[in-house]
């Protein structure tokens, strides 16, 4: 199993422009989970879904931000136009249940300038 | 709304003491889970604690979650480098598939 695979591992892009994160959960796993990760504000849940259907957004900081979930095998977090205060690391993550703990990927370093 | 707590935030030792973080809940768990972050890399799931007063061990490693179920703490005895890094604990939001992480403890080792 290659795990839960991010793409890209690395992201610089100027202010205003579409930044589109990838994620690949393990084949499986029924939950998807998107999270930034920044020194000040730790860990921060933005979506989840459930059998690919969005759960939970009240995490999306605004509406810059939008996920999809087309199909069981992949995951795109969208941010238009990005900001300098979107820098940060973007990971996903994906569970059978969430009695098993979730499995991380990689993440993805965006870096807004 | 539901709070996980950790402390301490940081934490520096000289390599072979110990080192305990604790993790604490503002409502009762169903499980606690602990992750732990290596630098520049990503959470990876440690452990899940299920019962009242359960205490597991990995190693040097030894988790225990409260009799209330509202805390936990995890214990490293004689810390090795390769201990460095941010643990987390993690515990489901009710009637959620989701896990509520706490902000972490950061663990440096002075070798």
């Known amino acids: 199993d290659a795990g839960v695979i991010q793409s890209p591992r690395h992201e610089v892009t100027e202010m205003g422009q579409e930044v589109t994160l990838r994620c690949k959960p393990i084949?499986?796993?029924?939950?998807l989970f998107w999270y930034r990760q920044t020194m000040m504000r730790g860990l921060e849940l933005l979506i989840y879904?459930?059998?690919?259907?969005?759960?939970?957004d009240s995490g999306m900081p605004e509406d810059r931000f939008s996920a999809k979930m087309p199909n069981a095998s992949f995951s795109t977090l969208k941010i238009q136009p990005s900001e300098p205060r979107d820098s940060a690391v973007y990971f996903c993550?994906?569970?059978?249940?969430?009695?098993?703990?979730?499995?991380f990927g990689s993440g993805t370093r965006l870096t807004v300038v | 709304g539901q709070q996980v707590m950790q402390i301490p935030q940081y934490q520096h030792v000289q390599e072979g003491e110990d080192f305990t973080t604790y993790c604490n809940s503002s409502?009762?768990?169903?499980?606690i889970q602990w992750y732990k972050q290596r630098p520049g890399g990503h959470p990876v799931f440690l452990i899940q604690?299920?019962?009242?007063?359960e205490v597991k061990k990995q190693k040097r490693l030894t988790f225990q979650f409260g009799e209330a179920k509202k805390n936990s703490s995890l214990h490293i005895t004689a810390t090795q480098t390769t201990d460095v890094g941010t643990y987390f604990c993690?515990?489901?939001?009710?009637?959620?598939?989701?896990?509520?992480f706490g902000q972490g403890t950061r663990l440096t080792i002075n070798p």
């Open positions: 993550a994906s569970s059978y249940t969430i009695v098993y703990g979730y499995t």
């Open positions: 084949s499986g796993h029924n939950s």
């Open positions: 879904f459930n059998n690919n259907v969005p759960i939970d």
């Open positions: 409502t009762t768990l169903s499980n």
């Open positions: 604690l299920v019962k009242s007063g």
């Open positions: 993690a515990g489901p939001l009710q009637g959620a598939q989701k896990l509520v």
